[in-house]
């Protein structure tokens, strides 16, 4: 299991964070995603095997935000 931080842009409120929370939340191998709007990051613990941070930060993209590169 990984574990995975991300910087995302473009939340600005409740509405934001469940869409992303819904987003991720729906693929397959995500156990868990935690969504923080002060600093804006997402937390996401995933299934290594089953799924990847690239595919979960296109998920948040065509959600209509943007993943910042670290
Ligand atoms: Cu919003």
């Known amino acids: 299991m990984a574990n995975s931080v991300l910087t995302v842009d473009g939340m600005t409120c409740g509405h934001c964070v469940e869409?992303?929370?819904?987003?991720?939340?729906?693929?397959p191998g995500v156990n868990s995603v935690a969504v923080q709007l002060d600093n804006k990051s997402?937390?996401?613990d995933f299934d290594e095997?089953?799924?990847d941070l690239e595919t979960i930060s296109?998920?948040?993209i065509e959600a209509g935000f943007e993943v910042?590169?670290?």
């Open 19 to 27: 869409t992303i929370n819904l987003a991720v939340g729906g693929l």
């Open 42 to 44: 997402v937390t996401i």
């Open 49 to 51: 095997s089953t799924t």
């Open 58 to 60: 296109s998920s948040i």
């Open 68 to 70: 910042v590169q670290n």
